[in-house]
């Protein structure tokens, strides 16, 4: 398997002391560090390490000991999903690691704290979440976790307005968008991935085969290629603020009190609107499969509804958080109080509020559709879909996210809210599409 369609790294990871670390080798190596025996504990004859990774890039530790805990993730120099025949280079480890600072500044506890970092090894050594469990088993499970829309509602709310030019004061904004662009190699991993491979025939897409018909109808719709392409160049074009760039509930962790999230690799500056799509996709994605994970046509109805209140308060509390800190924290380039409330234009600023919430509303809706249509026929798809070892309920399930998917990307600009966008969704889980 080769990188995607235009994918443009494709040098060797060989010129620092980097090397992977293995269960044998880590103690020893790390065992000098004191940020890590400050938690483990000097003797390290008793670290226990076990590699748990399961995501598509990296490794990831969990190190035990009888002092307590610690995650130590390294970047490999290649895609774990794919092999070496794919490289990657390990500076995505240095976007991680300064990309969870910065939300941990800008939203306290919503990330886990990081003890260590080692830019030549690509790792970070950071708190292990105990007892979270990554949000898209809990969903699988039919888990309802109470505190988890209004969570992540905060969580987009604060970093994405904190990191963007209506925040931050010039000089520092700009050094962390230039920091931050030469995250160049996972941006054209969702440039192509997310935004371009779904919409034609690419070499590492695949997709369940009762959906034949149906992705051949999307891939000769011209209204949704250029509606794609409108989303890729609002990602491309559109420095608005400090993204995760990942944030789908596999970067989640959940326990029945706490909500945190995790893995921000691809972090990039990009549109407000990216990351609360991804998001409210995957919990759309959850919501179609549920047929294939919950038997009991009342059980799965009432969690399936779970879901949805769980997208309607993601909105709701972002909107209510992002207003206030519009009010609060309006201290950067953009819509200055100097204009609007210093002036006794109190109404100003809040038309440019409206203004500016319909414009992410917008960008929402598209990106969350690009995300359920790559999800479905791109290469990395999502575990809720995947188990479903039914291939007719499968393509069921995922014919239903597809079409929510076109519907968004496609009339983005014509949903006179969030509660029209769950009704649609409503109506396509009902319908008889046979
Ligand atoms: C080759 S990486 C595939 C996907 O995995 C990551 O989690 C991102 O979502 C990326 O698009
Ligand atoms: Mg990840």
């Given amino acids: 398997m080769l990188p995607p369609t235009g994918a443009i790294w494709e040098g060797s990871v060989t010129d620092t002391a980097y090397e992977p670390l293995t269960t044998e080798s880590l103690a020893a190596r790390l065992g000098g560090i004191k940020a890590i025996t400050d ?15 399961d995501g598509n890039l990296n490794l990831v530790f969990i190190v035990h000991s009888p002092a307590g805990a610690v995650i130590v993730k390294q970047a490999l120099p290649y895609v774990r999903l794919v092999g070496d025949a794919w490289p990657l280079p390990l500076k995505r480890a240095f976007f991680e690691y300064n990309a969870l600072i910065r939300q941990a500044e800008r939203d306290p506890g919503s990330v886990p704290e990081v003890y260590h ?23 699988m499970a039919g888990k309802k976790h109470p505190g ?27 050094a962390d968008a230039a920091l931050f662009l030469d995250n160049v190699e996972l941006c054209d991993i969702t440039e192509n991935l997310v935004f371009s491979d779904p919409y034609f025939d690419a070499e590492m897409n ?44 596999g970067s989640i962790m959940v326990s029945d009190d706490e909500t945190r999230v995790i893995d921000p690799e691809f972090a990039t500056y990009g549109p407000i609107g990216f990351d609360i799509g991804m998001l409210i996709a995957n919990f759309f994605m959850a919501y179609y499969a549920m047929p294939g994970h919950i038997g009991d046509g009342a059980a799965r109805a009432d969690y399936q509804e779970w879901i949805l209140g769980v997208i309607a308060e993601i909105w709701q509390v972002f909107e209510a958080e992002f207003s206030r800190l519009w009010r609060e924290e309006r201290t950067g380039i953009l819509y ?5 409330e210093d002036q006794g234009d ?22 969350a559709g690009v995300e359920i249509i790559r999800r479905t026929l791109s290469l990395a798809h999502i575990a809720e879909n995947d188990t479903i070892e039914d291939e007719a309920l499968r393509a069921r399930c995922e014919g239903r996210g ?21 009704e649609l969704a409503r109506e396509i889980e009902r319908r008889d599409w046979t």
């Fill in 336 to 340: 200055q109080k100097s204009l609007f």
């Fill in 402 to 422: 597809l079409r929510l998917g076109r519907a968004l990307l496609v009339g983005r600009g014509g949903f006179a809210g969030l509660g029209s966008v769950l």
């Fill in 346 to 367: 109190l109404l100003g600023a809040e038309q440019a509020l409206a203004r500016y919430m319909r414009h992410i509303f917008r960008d929402m809706l598209g990106f």
């Fill in 39 to 53: 938690k483990l504990g000097t003797d390290t004859a008793a670290w226990q390490a076990k590699e748990v990774g």
């Fill in 206 to 249: 695949h997709h369940t085969p009762g959906l034949d018909e149906l992705v051949a109808q999307m891939r000769a719709d011209t209204d949704l290629k250029i509606a794609a392409q409108d989303m890729k160049a609002r990602f491309a074009n559109n420095a608005e603020t400090l993204l995760h760039g990942d944030l789908h509930t």
């Fill in 148 to 174: 988890l829309a209004r969570r992540m509602g905060e969580f987009c709310a604060r970093t994405l307005f904190r990191g963007s030019d209506l925040c931050m004061d010039t000089a520092r904004r700009k």
């Fill in 117 to 139: 970092f080692d830019e030549d090894q690509a790792l970070i050594v950071m708190e292990f979440l105990s007892p979270h469990v990554i949000l898209r088993h809990a969903l």
